[in-house]
């Protein structure tokens, strides 16, 4: 006798991950925001079928864990099924014991909870783990020692997130180096006391010998499109931390300059986003770049305006590893000189975000040469604090042919002011991932997801066009149809369902509520329109903070 499907218990396994459990619904009180919820109640009722079903549902109920969405759970249930978890979420006011010994992933932020997970029960945790794969620990609120022993077992780690401990005496390199034979990704925040030379001692005799040098001679070859830096070249590492494996380094600065030291230790880094950077750091940074990261792609620098030299010297610092993939500047004034040195990366950039102030800094005819000598831009986006270009320099824009005809994204955005987390699309820098250093909601969506494996492709996010707010634009007509031409009083007829030229407004998207109501001046969107009838794979258009789409449901927008 065969037996049936539903007794099967690989069928009934990949079943079961695709009953919804953690459900993400919008946020009553901020609109802008979703949060995600532990619903168990289906899953749950398809383990009192029988005894089979519940030994297979039972393992995927219990696979993820996330202390502040399972509040109401008392501590003795979580504790009697904490063996089955994998993905550890801050315990929440769950104080433990927990029986875990099988996590991939574990997460604990700083405490703000009662009764709080004492540290030696973190400890404990992480030590009793040693498949782990991802850990990101927040220190307690009373600075605290690394401690190496805490992460020695940790042979499988790839991705790590420290924050506010005290990494002084070499702790932090030491706790670097027991985990450098598997570590990929690193982001570090608010460690304390890393000195001069704890974490690479020969970039510290490479600075003690040109202490003053300054690092702004180069000479440009015409025919191939290189520069050639002059300074002083060392060997990484010599008597310091390697980290072999690393990839992605993530640096806040915060007072501790010295992480400038890190990027020294990666030979292999491909990306590299640091927040926060000063004045100060920026020759120790580019050297470490030019002469020991020979595979950086991607460069971030971003939450301080770097004056225009020093965001000069580090691209300069780049061109060793053959061009970058993505460039993400927040700068004072965008000029002629800058502009030429993004336009060093012009064979190789895919992904370019510029965020300016200094309102009579800008070259307009600047910004025209990116879009025509970058022919590999997916993404370009431009934030500056200078007024709306008029419809001459529109006109003077749309007399040249771009050469970035595979251009995806656009983003032409003025009189901008706020200058934070600004890059749209953080996390796509080489095209061949969409993960990274993401918002905690956005991680916790993807970290959730139980089944990792190709069906993944299935959970992927869809385009959320459902609650599109129609009333914005009076009068518009509920069908999908292109506008007429306007009229004479100089107002386009486009909405969300309203097409123009091809295009859709979705001001809903819109950070900044006036800007919603505000009404489209024709002529100037117009010729805009006109520029990008041609980039067929052009599908996001952003100007003055207006978001348009070639499709009635907007991407969402990071």
Sequence with gaps: MSTHPLEVPEILTRIGQYLPLWVEHQDEVDLDNKDITFRHHALWSCMQVSKLWHQTFLPILWYSYDGLKMVDLPQEVVTRYSPYFRNFRSPGCHAGPFLSTHLVELTIYIQMMDPPITLSTQKDLIRANPRLKYLEWHGPERLTDLDKDDFEGLKCLQEL??????????????????????????????????????????????????????????????????????????????????????????????RNPDYV??????????????????????????????????QLKSLVLKDVLLPQEDAIELLLSCLAAGGLVKIHLDVVGLEQDLITAILLHATTLEHLTIASSAEDSVDLDGILRIMVECEQLKHLRFMLDTSVPDEDVLDAWRSQEWGCSGLERLGLEFNYCEFGDLDDEEDDDEGDEDEEIIDEDA?????????RNADEAGNDESEDGADLQNSIEPGSAKMSRESSSGGSSGIMAISSEVSYMGWYRHPQESHDFESRRDQTDKPALRMLFEMVQDMKRLHTLVWKDIMYSRSRSPPRRR
């Design 161 to 254: 997130r420290l924050f506010h401990w005290n990494g002084g005496g070499r702790r932090l390199a030491k706790v670097l180096g027991a985990v450098a034979g598997s570590l990929c990704t690193f982001e570090v925040s608010r460690i304390k006391n890393v000195m001069p030379g704890d974490l690479s001692g020969s970039l510290q005799r490479q600075l003690d010998k040109v202490q003053d040098e300054s690092i702004d001679e180069y000479r440009e070859n015409d025919d191939t499109s290189t520069v050639t830096v002059a300074g002083v070249r060392g060997v990484a590492g010599e008597d310091g931390l390697v980290l072999p494996h690393m990839e992605k380094l993530k640096v806040i600065f915060d």
């Design 443 to 451: 991680r916790y969506e993807y970290r959730s997801t139980r089944n």
């Design 261 to 294: 030291e890190l990027a020294q230790c990666c030979p292999n880094l491909r990306r590299l986003t640091v927040a926060g950077l000063g004045h100060g750091d920026t020759g120790r940074l580019s050297m470490c770049l030019r002469n020991q990261c020979q």
